[in-house]
């Protein structure tokens, strides 16, 4: 029904920038909100950042705050996260997760992405 794609992970130095991208393709939906998670090896998934998708208010965890921008474009039906001074302990799968309900339905669910990684290092 819906299919959620990242792209823009890689290797980058510490100190070092990236930004990752996130677009929902498929059925006719509408996003309630779309966040960014993480899984590094051998620990939890955690939470990143979200935008609600109406009024574009951003949550982030305070790890990231000060460092990380999520953000969206709603033509495009993406959402992006702006990576800054990257550290070690950042490196990890980014997996993005988007709260929305098909189009002739009232079934609001979470979706999820394949992951990309991002490994810090130098």
């Known amino acids: 029904q819906v299919q959620l794609v990242e792209s823009g992970g890689g290797l980058v130095q510490p100190g070092g920038s990236l930004r990752l991208s996130c677009a929902a393709s498929?059925?006719?939906?509408?996003?309630?909100?779309m966040r960014w998670y993480r899984q590094a090896p051998g620990k939890e998934r955690e939470f990143v950042a979200a935008i609600s998708w109406s009024g574009g208010s951003t949550y982030y965890a305070d790890s990231v705050k000060g460092r990380f921008t999520i953000s969206r474009d709603s033509a495009k039906n993406t959402v992006y996260l702006q990576m800054n001074s990257l550290k070690p302990d950042n490196t990890a799968v980014y997996y993005c997760?988007?709260?929305?309900?098909?189009?002739?339905?009232?079934?609001?669910?979470?979706?999820w992405g394949q992951g990309t990684q991002v490994t810090v290092s130098s």
């Open positions: 498929g059925s006719i939906f509408s996003i309630y909100v």
């Open positions: 997760n988007a709260d929305l309900s098909v189009t002739g339905t009232m079934i609001r669910r979470d979706y």
